[in-house]
């Protein structure tokens, strides 16, 4: 169920992309792997919000600190934004999948929501970034 688009894209996902029926924004996610190591360190989380005129922003946590920004996504395509964040000191496990969690997002290019799993891609359609529906987590 594509429906033709007469603009050239990019190279495609090589993932398989959920149809457009879904989304990923007005969902919290958690991080479950950064670039395909587990993100056990602290709890990084994205959410991505429309706000009044539109635009979409991305916020959450990097399990340190806060942050936020613009992100643009266009069909199966994503790109983040400048991302403004608080300067909180970390553990140094936190503050090493803290630098990840933000290199991940900067580099994603391409999104892929398999059920409660959103991954983000580069443009090598490489997974930087595995999250897990923050309503499907089941932790004690």
Same mark, same amino acid.
């Given at each position: 169920s594509c !429906? &033709?688009q007469p603009e050239e894209t990019?190279?495609a996902?090589t +993932?398989d992309?959920?149809?457009? #029926?879904?989304?990923?924004?007005e #969902?919290?996610?958690?991080?479950s792997?950064i670039y395909? %190591?587990?993100?056990?360190a602290?709890? &990084?989380t994205? &959410?991505?919000?429309a %706000? +009044?005129?539109?635009?979409l922003?991305a &916020?959450?946590?990097?399990?340190?600190?806060n942050?936020r920004? =613009?992100?643009k996504?266009?069909g199966?395509t994503i790109?983040?934004?400048l991302?403004?964040a608080t300067? @909180?000191?970390c553990s140094?496990?936190?503050? =090493?999948?803290?630098?990840?969690f933000?290199e991940?997002l %900067? !580099?994603? @290019?391409?999104w !892929? @929501?398999?059920?409660? #799993?959103?991954?983000?891609?580069?443009p090598?359609n490489?997974?930087?970034?595995e999250?897990?529906?923050?309503?499907?987590?089941?932790?004690?």
């Amino acid at each position: 169920s594509c !429906a &033709s688009q007469p603009e050239e894209t990019p190279e495609a996902p090589t +993932e398989d992309v959920t149809p457009m #029926t879904e989304t990923i924004d007005e #969902t919290a996610w958690i991080a479950s792997k950064i670039y395909g %190591e587990d993100a056990k360190a602290g709890r &990084s989380t994205l &959410s991505i919000v429309a %706000e +009044e005129e539109g635009e979409l922003i991305a &916020s959450g946590s990097t399990a340190c600190n806060n942050y936020r920004g =613009g992100v643009k996504i266009d069909g199966v395509t994503i790109e983040f934004g400048l991302l403004a964040a608080t300067r @909180r000191l970390c553990s140094p496990a936190i503050n =090493g999948q803290e630098q990840a969690f933000l290199e991940a997002l %900067e !580099a994603a @290019r391409y999104w !892929a @929501r398999v059920g409660g #799993t959103l991954k983000l891609l580069d443009p090598k359609n490489q997974v930087v970034m595995e999250l897990v529906d923050k309503a499907d987590e089941h932790q004690d």
